[in-house]
């Protein structure tokens, strides 16, 4: 179990892994706080935007849509490499997921199947949202990825976690394929290895 850690820190823990971070408005206030809480947390998500254009989708993770107000997450990773923060604290980026799953998230164990959506994953996750169309055909640059391995890394290195404490949102949801075009197996490998 484990706080959220301030905005201050995240924002070191990034840039100390080396990552290019680019602050979007008043990110360290921009968040959901007032429909719940945020932490502790578990560990760290993944999604795919299915938007393209960096500009227009940092827009819409920042802003979030009239049924779904942002934050969407706490940092938009863009294809060029860079890690644009847009919010802190809790965003609307995990929804309702599997209990099981997040059981073996703290125990950092394998994934169970995910069937049901029970749980508050908007409590207990960091949420990055990755600029890519989904449709298993957009291509996921290398420095993309890199930054995505870099950001996880972070998290989980300041909190003591482990790569298995990565997800995606396709291993949490029900019905979800986020992100789609590359396999969280093969992100956490990354992870485990940037960790070593």
């Known amino acids: ?51 393209s254009g960096s500009e227009r989708t940092v827009e819409i993770c920042r802003e979030g849509y009239t049924d779904l107000p942002g934050p969407l997450c706490h940092g938009v990773i863009t294809k060029d490499g860079a890690l644009h923060i847009v ?18 998230v703290i125990a950092e164990k394998a994934l169970p199947h995910d069937n049901e959506a029970d749980t508050d994953g908007n409590r207990h996750f960091y949420g990055f949202e990755c600029e890519n169309l989904g449709d298993g055909e957009d291509p996921w640059p290398e420095a993309q990825l890199e930054t995505i391995e870099k950001v996880s890394a972070a998290i989980c290195r300041h909190h003591g976690w482990t790569e298995r404490s990565v997800i995606g949102h396709l291993e949490w949801q029900p019905g979800k394929v986020d992100p789609r075009g590359f396999t969280m197996n093969s992100l956490r490998e990354r992870v485990r290895d940037r960790l070593k």
Do not use: C, Q
Not at 11 to 18: I, V
Not at 87 to 104: M, Q
């Open 1 to 51: 179990m484990a706080p959220p850690m301030s905005a201050g820190i995240f924002l070191d823990r990034l840039r100390e892994e080396g990552i290019t971070v680019v602050e979007v408005g008043d990110w360290e206030h921009h968040n959901r706080n007032h429909k719940g809480p945020w932490g502790p947390v578990y560990g760290v998500m993944i999604h795919h935007t299915a938007t």
């Open 87 to 104: 919010g802190y604290g809790r965003a609307n980026h995990a929804g309702l997921g599997d209990d099981d799953v997040l059981r073996a």
